[in-house]
């Protein structure tokens, strides 16, 4: 029962944008942190960004410090990560996650669901 679906993945040139939404269902999402992480081609899946679950925390991994925001809305069960000035190295494929209650994480040992991902490829 429990969902997590993101979505807004797709082919940018180098220096655009993309916002990839994920809407959860089935859980508590307003008590757990979220999470964005990625998987080059490759290579194993990485650490993106968390969020808190009243937003009062933010982390990023430095590779997309000042151009990635995460954030969220709790009314609509939904995260959000903001994605400008891409560049190729930031091609993947994009899965958000929710942590157990009150927690946020760079770690993926803390998330308790997952989503299936959504592509995300930057070409040069």
């Known amino acids: 029962q429990v969902q997590l679906v993101e979505s807004g993945g797709g082919l940018v040139q180098a220096g655009g944008s993309l916002r990839l939404s994920c809407v959860a269902s089935?859980?508590?999402?307003?008590?757990?942190?979220m999470g964005w992480f990625r998987q080059a081609p490759g290579k194993e899946r990485e650490f993106v960004a968390t969020?808190?679950?009243?937003?009062?925390?933010?982390r990023y991994t430095d590779s997309v410090k000042g151009r990635f925001t995460i954030s969220r809305d709790n009314a609509k069960n939904i995260v959000y990560l903001q994605m400008n000035n891409l560049k190729p190295e930031d091609t993947g494929v994009y899965y958000c996650?929710?942590?157990?209650?009150?927690?946020?994480?760079?770690?993926?040992?803390?998330?308790?669901?997952w989503g299936q991902g959504t592509q995300v490829t930057v070409s040069s």
């Open positions: 969020i808190s679950w009243n937003s009062g925390y933010t």
């Open positions: 996650a929710a942590t157990r209650a009150f927690s946020h994480s760079a770690y993926d040992a803390e998330y308790d669901y």
């Open positions: 089935g859980l508590s999402f307003s008590t757990r942190g």
